[in-house]
């Protein structure tokens, strides 16, 4: 049985390999849209990759994860530092028993003083920082391990 996983990225994760290209990288949204598609169908998980500079989108995106009982990969992108909205969502998530995997292609605990505090950390399942897209791929297989338990 194919278990559906939501992949919702945050602000400016939509201009993936033009925005700041020495920290995020070269790939392109797009790329992560394959590639976390592939790396799913590898683990039996149906993968559906989203984007969104609107936080009440995303907000809702959680809404929905939870009333639909699906596993969520998360990077909130800006929305990490100060969304008490996304994270009093994402918190729903885990209360629901569904796994929040939260992603930063980057570590932002190397980065400016603000990026080093998270407010969706505290009420994720795990956090995976600084490993680029793959970090996305150790998300996906840590849904599917907390799924088979």
Partial sequence: MTRKVIVVNGPNLGRLG????????????????????????????????????????????????????????????????????????????????????EVHISNPSARDAFRKYSVISPVATGTITGMGFYGYRLALEAVAHLLEQ
């Fill in 18 to 101: 033009v925005r700041e290209p020495d920290v995020y990288g070269h790939q392109d949204l797009e790329t992560l849209r394959r590639d976390c598609t592939a790396w799913g169908r590898e683990l039996g998980l149906d993968v559906e990759v989203r984007q969104t500079d609107d936080e009440a989108e995303m907000i809702g995106w959680m809404h929905r994860a939870v009333d639909e009982r699906t596993p969520v990969v998360m990077n909130p992108a800006a929305f990490t530092h100060y969304s008490y909205g996304l994270s009093d969502a994402a918190h729903m998530v885990t209360d629901a028993g569904l796994p929040l995997m």
